[in-house]
T-cell receptor
Framework: KQEVTQIPAALSVPEGENLVLNCSFTDSAIYNLQWFRQDPGKGLTSLLLIQSSQREQTSGRLNASLDKSSGRSTLYIAASQPGDSATYLC??????????FGQGTELSVKP | SQTIHQWPATLVQPVGSPLSLECTVEGTSNPNLYWYRQAAGRGLQLLFYSVGIGQISSEVPQNLSASRPQDRQFILSSKKLLLSDSGFYLC????????????FGPGTRLTVL
């Protein structure tokens, strides 16, 4: 059974810092891994999707990496801003098309 | 471009009352559609998914049901709500283009009192 874990559960950083959010999964047989952002009371916004054959994807200040052999993905945020404050969730797509979500990391960027 | 709508945005219902949440997708045809629930302090739980009209797969046995009467419409229902049904309900669809990227609607906040 695939399990997805995100560490830490919460993170507070000063504005301008570079930071890394971690996501681990127990079964390396995934089709892709997707990172989402969720603002309080809102739906999920897709940030990056990495196919199982890819190592990383970049969008602006965000860079996501994938290492299937070690069951890990990271989301790197460069030069963090207060507007980056949100909960970040990773999800692994498994056989049958289901997405298995982590519990999320709540990020707070202090001005 | 594709857009996903959910309504209502918020709902407060008494225990034992019925429920109907609606999700519609614009700008695509024959999408795979999903209902998730996000309880306070917990992750997302997949409730139902549908690959076509009238085709519903249930992930978790519970008090809820789903229907897909039209290609781009997905409905979540209950005949009698329980306190434990409170949560944030999210509808999602997948862009089947080789990437299988999932997109979510704005959600419905349900409080059962």
């Amino acid at each position: 059974k695939q399990e997805v874990t995100q560490i830490p559960a919460a993170l507070s950083v000063p504005e301008g810092e570079n930071l890394v959010l971690n996501c681990s999964f127990t079964d390396s047989a995934i089709y892709n891994l997707q990172w989402f952002r969720q603002d309080p009371g809102k739906g999920l916004t897709s940030l990056l999707l990495i196919q199982s054959s890819q190592r990383e994807q970049t969008s602006g200040r965000l860079n996501a990496s994938l290492d299937k052999s070690s069951g890990r993905s990271t989301l790197y945020i460069a030069a963090s801003q207060p507007g980056d404050s949100a909960t970040y969730l990773c999800a692994a797509r498994i056989q049958g098309g289901k997405l298995i979500f982590g519990q999320g990391t709540e990020l707070s960027v202090k001005p | 471009s594709q857009t996903i709508h959910q309504w209502p945005a918020t709902l407060v219902q008494p225990v034992g009352s019925p429920l109907s949440l609606e999700c519609t997708v614009e700008g695509t045809s024959n999408p795979n559609l999903y209902w998730y629930r996000q309880a306070a302090g917990r992750g997302l739980q997949l409730l139902f998914y549908s690959v076509g009209i009238g085709q519903i797969s249930s992930e978790v046995p519970q008090n809820l049901s789903a229907s897909r009467p039209q290609d781009r419409q997905f409905i979540l229902s209950s005949k009698k709500l329980l306190l434990s049904d409170s949560g944030f309900y999210l509808c999602a669809w997948i862009r089947i283009n080789g990437y299988n990227e999932q997109f979510f609607g704005p959600g419905t906040r349900l409080t059962v009192l």
